[in-house]
């Protein structure tokens, strides 16, 4: 069964590679506008599930996985900042604060078995100084991270502490549901002898 990757994210395809399991990239094409007055959590998993669905003509007989994050300092989006000043912003904001991360999940497979759940992980902030901020944009430039980090790389020094069930979801796409769905399916990373060809 082909397994397609709704997105043209390369930090989902990392991710997904870990699995080794054969799959194929292609983003979709979708409104990704917040509705009014819509809930972090319900928009992560509208737009994952808009994502996967967005696909499914082209690939009516394969599994295909959407996901997408949405990231929340108390009331307020925290979207993909773009450029230096932006993330400087962001992290200024988030500064000894608490960042929240929802990741949804969409998982459509021929037959109409369709799995869809939304994990959440908390980002404590050390307190952080402006140079500290600045230093850690010009060394690793996440301006297309939404939160303006990287937890995979040097990220990770400006956290006080981390809150979740599966560190995946922070980075994008919440490898421990996700394989518990393609367990369901009859894609066992584990039943397979060859290793992912893209």
Not at 40 to 47: D, E, F
Not at 143 to 170: H, M, N, Y
Request: glycine share 8%; proline share 7%.
């Amino acid at each position: 069964m082909k397994l397609i990757l709704a997105s043209g994210s390369p930090y989902r395809k990392a991710l997904l590679e870990r699995l080794h399991l054969p799959f194929e990239c292609h983003a979709p094409e979708v409104d990704e506008t917040p509705l009014a007055e819509e809930p972090p959590v319900k928009l992560a998993m509208r737009l994952a599930a808009i994502k996967a669905a967005a696909l499914e003509q082209h690939y009516p007989e394969a599994v295909i996985i959407g996901s997408d994050q949405v990231a929340c300092l108390d009331r307020e989006l925290l979207g993909k900042p773009g450029d230096h000043q932006r993330a400087f912003e962001q992290l200024r904001k988030s500064s000894g604060r608490c960042v929240e991360f929802h990741t949804g999940l969409s998982v459509m497979a021929p037959g109409d078995r369709n799995y869809g759940t939304c994990e959440t992980f908390r980002v404590h902030f050390r307190k952080l100084s402006d140079a500290e901020i600045d230093r850690y944009l010009q060394l690793e430039q996440p301006f297309d991270c939404a939160g303006s980090f990287k937890c995979e790389g040097l990220g990770i020094s400006l956290f006080k502490r981390l809150e979740g069930d599966d560190p995946t979801s922070l980075e994008g796409l919440p490898l421990i549901a996700l394989c518990k769905i393609l367990r369901k399916l009859g894609l066992d990373p584990h039943a397979r002898e060859d290793s992912c060809q893209n």
